[in-house]
């Protein structure tokens, strides 16, 4: 089973249970968990995020675990950063966080790094939340409505994108968006309000799920027990264990 949104590093607005890579795998492994696609917690808050992508990529080396690096389009450097993270950290993806980072989806300079990784085939993760919104302190996360992530979708229907963090009424606003798409998938980090909330989205859209935990920020048990408990069909609950339709 393959985390695919999941984070090490210090995050600035309140202590994690887990920072580094190895109290990681630890966590993923006592909820049989195999691999993961992480990102760094730090590069969400820093201005210029190559110092803590570096730091990252380090860490990761030789864990089997992959890189996702985490971007601000709006800074000027960022194609730099993500051209060399392409080329010597052997990335497998770029995260954004607009909302929280305050930006919009119809920004330009969002638009220039959507054409950088259609020209290296690599996916985007759309991270609708961090944290809990409701503990927001300092930075007040301000999601894309349904209509931006929507038209996003359907003006990028060449790039692969993992929308992250997509609570339940939201998955449940974007699924004819996410299924007109050929290349858009959703964790199951959002999928938190209760058990058996993924027995309520639409058959169709199941088979757009990957499994993701958002640990450390969430808790990494409720996204395993999902899998564990609720009545959803075998070939369903592989896909989402390997991610096979999205990689």
């Not at 995260?95 to 305050?102: A, D, E, L, T």
Request: charged share 25%.
């Amino acid at each position: 089973m393959i985390d695919f949104n999941c984070f090490i590093g210090s995050w600035a607005f309140y202590p994690t249970f887990c920072e580094t890579v190895q109290e990681l795998k630890a966590l993923h492994e006592k909820n049989g968990i195999t691999g993961g696609w992480v990102s760094s917690l730090k590069s969400v808050t820093y201005r210029d995020y190559f110092y803590s992508e570096e730091e990252l990529h380090n860490a990761l080396e030789g864990t089997g675990y992959r890189h996702v690096m985490t971007v601000d389009p709006r800074f000027p450097a960022c194609a730099d950063i993500v051209k060399y993270g392409i080329e010597n950290w052997d990335i497998v993806g770029v995260r954004i966080i607009p909302g929280f980072q305050g930006y919009k989806l119809t920004d330009t300079r969002l638009e220039d790094l959507c054409k950088l990784l259609k020209e290296h085939d690599l996916p985007l993760l759309l991270t609708l939340h961090m944290q809990d919104d409701r503990n927001c302190y300092l930075v007040q996360n301000v999601p894309p409505t349904k209509d931006e992530i929507c038209d996003f979708l359907a003006a990028h229907h060449d790039l692969k994108i993992l929308v992250c963090n997509a609570l339940l009424g939201e998955l449940e606003n974007i699924g004819d968006a996410l299924l007109a798409h050929p290349k858009a998938f959703c964790d199951l980090s959002g999928l938190r309000s209760r058990m058996g909330c993924v027995e309520y989205v639409k058959p169709e859209v199941r088979e757009r799920l990957v499994f993701g935990t958002m640990a450390p920020i969430l808790g990494a048990a409720i996204a395993r027990l999902h899998l564990e408990v609720e009545d959803l069909e075998p070939h369903i609950v592989e896909q989402i264990k390997t991610g096979s339709k999205f990689i």
